[in-house]
């Protein structure tokens, strides 16, 4: 029954890449791949043009081009299903016991968590499989924790979470210091251990610290009033009922979760991993535990079950999306505008050298998309940026935003940034702004469909 249960997490998760961050992630290790550079300055937008960041996904990223230059969509979406079922596995394997419970646990963090494992394969997915293996590495008195160095090694030039999974290692390591000391020094040293060496710690502090992201970007928001109340009082009860050396541990997850709503599935492997370690559950739920004919139909239920959904519900449905590339394309809430990307290729500067043929005023979610579709066009803006600062101050989102929306000024910025067309959703601010009379403004339509809208700069 367990088998079939990882079947059924396996077939769940063969999900098709629907992130909208994927297509500048495989643009990125396209160029990683041949040996220009780390992708770490920008040359894909024309809003801060040439800017350096911290590319802390390179790693991913060269791994996820190679996956779907060899084997297109399907390999996304199997990476995916490899990923998300090894993350519960090893959840599985630090908890001793209780197998019913801890296959329920992974059922409520998967359906309390869904808004961060619902996009298919994504960099963050990998730095929750690295915090996982590194609380089982520390939890196991069995597994040599020698590993643990080579592990951050790995999670440091895959995504940027690894600063949480070294303050948890540190706040780990508190209660027995002379014991663990030696494993925290050289896994510190190990996140050293890439080509951006301690920017990646000015990464981290600066996403944590920019305050406009939890007001605009979604994965940043707050979580749900709602669960932000089951997850509080799980830290509290946390706190009343596990050692009180891993107080600094449980508070800082607490308060991480409650902070963006990406950050859940941290708290909650960690809440379930320590309930399930707590001598007091035993012996709360041995009345439970002792009906062993009743926990073993409910066992064959929830590995049937989760079997039968994964086979019967949602294989079909990435079937359907990744046996063409229009159904991929309208797949997503996003409906990405492959017709008019076809146009714009067609255009007389298809010959241009990438970022070559024009600047582009995009919708911010279609960025990474049109930067692996388009990349003979710069765009304005795109996933990547949000916390990347500007002279003026403002969020590279806001100024999106305050374009797209026409506010005072919008005409300055397309001017600006040279921006020679714009693609954007019908019935947008802007487009409703320009429909009646773009010749007005110096623009025209040169293509609509229900998707998207493109205008041409007149003098373009």
């Known amino acids: 029954m367990k088998a079939l249960f990882f079947l059924g997490l396996f077939f769940s998760f063969l999900l098709p890449a629907i992130d909208p961050d994927l297509g500048w992630q495989l643009k990125c290790g396209e160029l990683i791949l041949k040996k220009q550079g780390f992708c770490s300055q ?85 730095g929750i499989f690295y915090f996982t293996l590194v609380l089982f590495t520390l939890l196991k008195n069995n597994v040599p924790r020698y590993f643990l160095p080579l592990i951050f090694l790995l999670w440091a030039n895959t995504h940027g979470s690894v600063v949480l999974g070294l303050a948890f290692l540190f706040l780990f390591s508190i209660k027995d210091f002379k014991k663990n000391y030696l494993i925290f020094f050289f896994s510190f040293l190990a996140v050293f251990v890439n080509p951006f060496g301690a920017k990646i710690f000015q990464e981290a502090w600066h996403h944590f610290t920019t305050a406009h992201l939890e007001k605009l970007i979604a994965e940043w928001v707050p979580p749900h009033p709602f669960k932000q109340i089951i997850m509080l009082i799980g830290g509290i009860l946390l706190i009343l009922a596990t050692n009180k050396k891993l107080l600094p541990t449980i508070a800082a997850f607490t308060f991480f979760a409650l902070k963006a709503r990406r950050n859940p599935p941290f708290f909650l492997i960690l809440f379930f991993v320590l309930l399930f370690k707590n001598p007091f559950l035993k012996k709360w739920l041995s009345p439970w535990l002792k009906k062993k004919s009743l926990r073993k139909d409910l066992l064959i239920f929830t590995s049937i079950l989760t079997f039968f959904f994964g086979l019967f519900f949602r294989l079909p449905q990435t079937i359907k999306i990744n046996s063409s590339w229009q159904n991929y394309c309208q797949a997503s809430s996003l409906s990405y505008p492959r017709e008019a990307i076809t146009f714009l290729k067609n255009q007389s500067e298809k010959d241009l050298p990438a970022g070559q043929a024009g600047n582009l005023f995009n919708r911010y979610e279609w960025g990474g998309f049109l930067i692996w579709q388009l990349p003979e066009y710069k765009v304005f803006v795109d996933g990547r940026m949000p916390a990347w600062p500007t002279p003026s101050g403002k969020s590279p989102y806001t100024i999106y935003l305050e374009t797209l929306q026409t506010q005072p000024g919008w005409q300055e910025t397309l001017d600006n940034y040279h921006i020679n067309w714009i693609l954007i959703s019908p019935g947008t601010f802007m487009d409703l702004k320009l429909k009646p009379n773009p010749e007005e403004f110096g623009w025209s339509e040169a293509y609509r469909d229900k998707i998207s809208v493109v205008y041409k700069r007149k003098n373009n």
């Open 42 to 126: 920008n040359q894909f937008s024309s809003l801060l043009a040439d800017y350096h960041w911290t590319n802390h996904h390179w790693l991913y990223q060269t791994f996820l081009f190679s996956v779907w230059k060899k084997f297109g969509l399907w390999g996304l979406s199997i990476f995916n299903a490899l990923v998300v079922t090894a993350i519960f596995i090893i959840f599985y394997l630090a908890i001793n016991n209780y197998r019913l419970e801890k296959k329920l646990a992974a059922i409520f963090i998967l359906i309390f968590t869904w808004g961060v494992f619902s996009f298919g394969i994504r960099s963050q997915l990998l």
